[in-house]
């Protein structure tokens, strides 16, 4: 079963992390797209990944992190906590900032037209949060791989 769980776990981090490198590889290129209906494409579609990808993915990960914790190691080690911490500051953000203002950014778009300057101002903070995001991941990972300490 644990190792189920680990491949259950690795899968999970894959769509996350994964998904999340997509998105900013898109995001680059979309912010330097002529086609101004670009962004706001890009912006309805990141919002139903979330919905149907990353929180269903993230919210797996935690689950299987904490059943294997349970089962094979222990909750007290600092690798454990610093990750578990790392991913409660990623879904909090996840919940408060980036999901209502991925929202807010769709209902701007769709009011004013492809060109909103507000739109595009707001998308562009929720890139620079998503890709300080993604340097907690890559912290995450190597906690994950090296399990120093452990």
């Known amino acids: 079963m644990y190792r189920f769980l680990v491949l259950l776990h690795i899968v999970c981090a ?9 998105v900013q590889i898109l995001a680059i290129r979309v912010e330097r797209s002529d086609d101004p209906t670009d962004l706001p494409r890009l912006a309805r579609h990141v919002e139903a990944l979330g919905n149907v990808a990353f929180i269903p993915a993230a919210s797996v990960l935690l689950l299987t992190g904490v059943v294997m914790t349970a089962q094979a190691w222990a909750f007290d080690q600092a690798w454990i906590l610093v990750a578990i911490l790392l991913w409660l500051v990623s879904a909090v953000a996840g919940a408060v900032y980036l999901a209502p203002r991925a929202k807010r950014v769709v209902a701007l778009f769709e009011a004013e037209g492809p060109t909103s300057g507000a739109a595009r101002r707001l998308i562009s903070r929720l890139f620079v949060v998503s890709r300080v995001e993604l340097l907690s991941f890559a912290v995450i990972i190597v906690l994950m791989v090296y399990k120093p300490g452990a």
């Open 14 to 22: 894959a769509v996350w992390v994964g998904g999340a490198v997509a």
